[in-house]
């Protein structure tokens, strides 16, 4: 991949992160950190509606064959478990959580979202 390509794709990524946050905006969350890190964990955006902290992985494609949500594989889940559980346990009080996968599929003029809330359980149990 020619360094030019990594550059568009850091820049979608970004692109798709950005419509994730407006998207959850939109629905009332408040949006508490982009982007956190623990060591090797990162956590694209963590969100907050009520009482419930939403850690989400935002995936971004524009190829129309390959699904975002095959990319967030199992070792992804159990780094963004971890992650969600040293932010939680450093939070005050007790909230609920989930997980949610946030999908972007086309390019940043013309681009199809899908929502995926609740993806999955955390595989730290």
Known sequence: MSHEQKIRNLEFGKFAEQVAVDFYISQGY????R???LNKIEIDI?????NTIVFVE???RSGRDEDPVDAVTREKMRFMAKGADHYLRNMKGRYEYRFDIFTLTGNMRSYKTEHYPDAFLSPLR
């Open 30 to 33: 408040a949006v508490r950190e």
């Open 46 to 50: 963590i969100a907050q509606t009520g």
């Open 35 to 37: 982007n956190w890190r």
């Open 58 to 60: 935002v995936k971004a």
